[in-house]
């Protein structure tokens, strides 16, 4: 990997929000490792749902979660009391035991949680699973997960159902259907098993949980292969949602008997940035959780209205909106007291434009990290201004930038970004390869992105050194694509790189090698992958050759045809 130079990002950023010492300490040691300019935290012996409910009784007759569409809402004793009821139902009749995996297709909801805590509270793993999947994608995670349960909505369960039958499996299946008089044939009710308070919860005391065994398990998205399932113990969840606590990365303030902040859920839950930073933390520390099942211009400018929102977290199509949409006004966004955004850097241009709406003194923060940190890593500090950058290190973790030879490079010098922490995951499940891959011999995380450091410690991510397609925020992983498209009876061979879209951010182009003798179209091409992958998925040009750029070990060259094509 050559290495570069970055000159003029080397600018203080501390505020008299920050640490004071690190004003006059280096954050680089002589091994050219930097140390985060936060305290550390301790790191305490203890589950997810324990976390959690450690402060219950603070703020238990408080809103803990509403939905902004219906105001169906649960207060923190509810939520507490019907995730019980769930988990003491997956234990007993159900037959839940310690790590067997339940799987949650849902959108955002008040019942999103009920569902995620009581399965952790029954012993079980939570893996995910993105509702507008097809069949096909939900199908390949099935296999990989082997749940023994799933939960749904009604806009879900038909393709739960077809999933199951390309699996050839049976699994009992659980709707959360908030709709009156209305059940699904075949399923289970999963009002019957949260909200029946006569349940014996003696059950529950045979669960024996603790830091170390995986909480969640959702799949990253994979640039050499299928989506990996990432295992994530209840420590690096826990200790996550504490490092956010540290006051000098803290952006929210305290619950108390007279004061309680929103967070507008818009991110969905099934990713990590929205399970781990706006559910699970936020409803650590009490505030209310927002909830949007989808993204609609009114209504989510109506949430801002009824909900006095104080909180948003963000990827950077909701910031485009923000920054362009006539009805985003200064009105609107009046209570809002910290934006952060994730998933993708934003333009200058973009954020100068929200922070116009916003008032004096209200934070814009960039955050980085990955499914593989619980997600966060980086965070910019409040009152921070340079936005070309991703902060600094959180507490307890550690940074390194090393060439291609795994060689540690200095500030301001570009190459592949490593992290140390607590909350960087276990592994990937069933796959010692992949796993040993992602790590150094000294348990360091190649996070597979570029990046500098200035002087100050201050992050740069300069390019993505995997080669995720970010289609609208959301990553698309090319090997997945790829594999799609060789299942077409006449494709030989193909690939799949991001080409640049000015609505979309990027978009997935195929390049695809016919067998012999065939003489498919590309809208043919284009059908068969939209049958088979989400919307945004979705390939939107294809462009025929006949054989595809290699290295000598047979390594598909995807920025050799960037390169040549794009």
Same mark, same amino acid.
């Given at each position: ?8 990002? #080397? ?14 300490? #280096? ?66 009749? /159900? ?92 399923? @289970? ?190 965070? /910019?500090?409040?009152? #921070? ?39 960087? /995951? ?5 796959? /010692? ?19 500098? @450091? ?113």
């Amino acid at each position: 990997m050559a290495l570069s130079k970055i000159s003029g990002l #080397s600018q203080r950023v501390f505020t008299s929000a920050s640490v004071n010492c690190v004003r006059n300490k #280096s954050l680089w040691t002589t091994e050219k490792i930097v140390k985060s300019p936060h305290r550390d935290v301790i790191i305490p012996n203890r589950t997810v749902t324990e976390h959690i409910w450690e402060k219950l009784e603070k703020w238990a007759d408080k809103t803990a979660i509403i939905c902004s569409i219906t105001n169906r809402s649960y207060t923190y004793h509810q939520l507490y009391k019907y995730s019980r009821n769930f988990a003491a139902k997956l234990r007993g009749s /159900m037959q839940i035991r310690d790590g067997d995996v339940v799987c949650i297709m849902m959108s955002n909801s008040p019942e999103y949680p009920i569902a995620v805590l009581g399965a952790l509270e029954a012993g079980a793993e939570v893996t995910t699973v993105n509702p507008i999947y097809t069949a096909h994608e939900v199908q390949r995670q099935l296999t990989l997960s082997r749940p023994k349960i799933l939960v749904g909505i009604p806009e879900t369960i038909s393709v739960l159902r077809e999933a199951l039958n390309l699996s050839i499996t049976s699994l009992p299946i659980i709707v959360v259907n908030c709709a009156e008089n209305t059940e699904l044939s075949g399923c @289970i009710s999963f009002k019957e098993l949260a909200f029946d308070d006569t349940i014996d919860k003696s059950i529950l005391k045979e669960v024996k949980r603790n830091k170390d065994d995986i909480a969640f398990l959702p799949y990253s998205s994979g640039t050499t292969g299928l989506p990996k399932g990432v295992e994530l113990t209840n420590k690096n969840i826990v200790v996550n949602c504490i490092q956010q606590d540290v006051e000098t990365v803290k952006h929210y303030d305290d619950t108390t008997n007279h004061h309680q902040a929103s967070v507008l859920a818009i991110l969905p839950f099934y990713h990590i940035y929205g399970l781990s930073i706006v559910m699970l933390h936020k409803l650590s520390v009490g505030i209310k959780v927002v909830t949007m099942p989808k993204f609609h211009p009114q209504t989510f400018l109506s949430a801002f209205e009824k909900s006095d929102i104080n909180i948003l977290y963000a990827a950077p199509p909701l910031i485009l909106f923000l920054a362009s949409h006539k009805d985003v006004t200064k009105k609107k966004l009046e209570k809002i007291k910290t934006i952060t955004s994730g998933a993708a850097p934003l333009p200058r241009n973009d954020i100068d434009r929200v922070i116009e709406k916003l008032q004096p003194g209200t934070n814009f923060l960039q955050l980085y990290g990955l499914t593989e940190t619980s997600p966060l890593a980086t965070a /910019m500090l409040p009152g #921070s201004t340079d936005f070309s950058t991703s902060g600094l290190a959180i507490s307890n973790t550690e940074l390194r930038i090393v060439d291609g030879n795994n060689r540690s490079l200095g500030p301001d010098e570009i190459g592949e970004l490593l992290i140390r922490g607590p909350q960087v /995951m276990k592994g990937y499940r069933n796959d /010692m390869e992949n796993t040993k891959a992602a790590f150094t011999g000294d348990r360091w995380f190649k996070s597979g992105d570029l990046a500098s @450091i200035n002087s100050d410690g201050v992050i740069t991510i300069a390019d993505r050194l995997k080669e995720l397609i970010k289609v609208k925020g959301y990553q698309v992983p090319p090997a997945e694509l790829e594999s799609v498209l060789k299942s077409h009876p006449d494709v030989l061979d193909a690939a799949v790189v991001g080409v640049p879209d000015p609505r979309m951010g990027e978009v997935p182009k195929a390049f695809v090698v016919l067998n012999e003798g065939r003489k498919t179209v590309d809208k043919e091409i284009i059908e068969f992958v939209s049958k088979r992958v989400a919307e945004y998925k979705r390939i939107k040009e294809v462009t025929f050759l006949d054989a595809l750029p290699k290295n000598a070990s047979g390594k598909l060259l995807r920025r050799e045809l960037k390169k040549l094509y794009c």
